[in-house]
């Protein structure tokens, strides 16, 4: 998988046409090595970084977009990773499925494209509510780490956000998203993810409404960064 991975495209989309989903497990179809070597507190590679493209990579996309829904459902369930450097596990969807979305568009294929872009939607929704969920905990832990310690009696919810905030990072070329509370509280935690980006669009306005719509959960995540 690390040393072959472009061969490992073809080989993926040779299985799709085949509909031999055994084989795509064991070619951890929709994983990439790079998701293996990243953690909430270890993402700076992504900062330079682009996803592999090649011709493989092309076919691959264009073999997914042309399958039936059973082999394109497989490629926008999340799954679980484990990290070489300490054994965390992160949920990720399949990297290039913003790829897959955008060739289901341009293909006129129009069930398969709300369906999916539906199910890109509730992902990026759930990462966002995971994401809110992480930021309340930190602010409120931040409040009573300081609930009663001399000189902090000015600390106003602006100080507690920025504080909460401090340690998220949004990845646009790649749509990785990391946070890690701080790491002064009690059970500090964190997580590492990716959302979903395309950049098609449609004449059928049910399907451009779905666009929108999942162009609004994308955008979420790039106000958040610039407001942090």
């Not at 897959?100 to 199910?119: N, P, Y």
């Not at 992902?123 to 602010?139: D, E, G």
């Amino acid at each position: 998988m690390k040393m072959q991975d472009d061969l490992r495209f073809k080989m993926i989309a040779l299985a799709i046409r085949n509909k031999d989903f055994e084989m795509l497990d064991k070619l951890h179809a929709r994983e990439l090595p790079l998701l293996y070597t990243i953690n909430p507190m270890h993402h700076w590679t992504l900062g330079n970084m682009q996803l592999p493209y090649s011709p493989n990579v092309k076919q691959m996309i264009e073999s997914i977009a042309a399958s039936e829904n059973t082999a394109i459902s497989y490629f926008f369930d999340a799954f679980e990773t484990e990290t070489e450097r300490n054994a965390l596990r992160n949920t990720f969807v399949f990297p290039y499925a913003g790829l897959v979305l955008d060739a289901l568009i341009t293909g006129k294929r129009s069930a398969e494209s709300k369906r999916f872009l539906q199910k890109a939607i509730e992902h990026n929704m759930r990462v966002q509510k995971n994401l809110q969920k992480l930021i309340n905990k930190s602010k409120a832990g931040c409040k009573e780490l300081n609930s009663g310690v001399p000189h902090t009696e000015n600390h106003d919810d602006v100080y507690y956000s920025r504080e909460a905030w401090r340690e998220y990072y949004f990845y646009p070329d790649t749509c990785f998203v990391a946070y890690c509370m701080p790491l002064f509280l009690k059970n500090a935690t964190g997580f590492i993810t990716n959302i979903i980006s395309i950049t098609a669009s449609s004449n059928d306005t049910e399907i451009q409404f779905l666009i929108d719509e999942l162009r609004k959960t994308y955008n979420n995540f790039i106000k958040q960064k610039k407001e942090a």
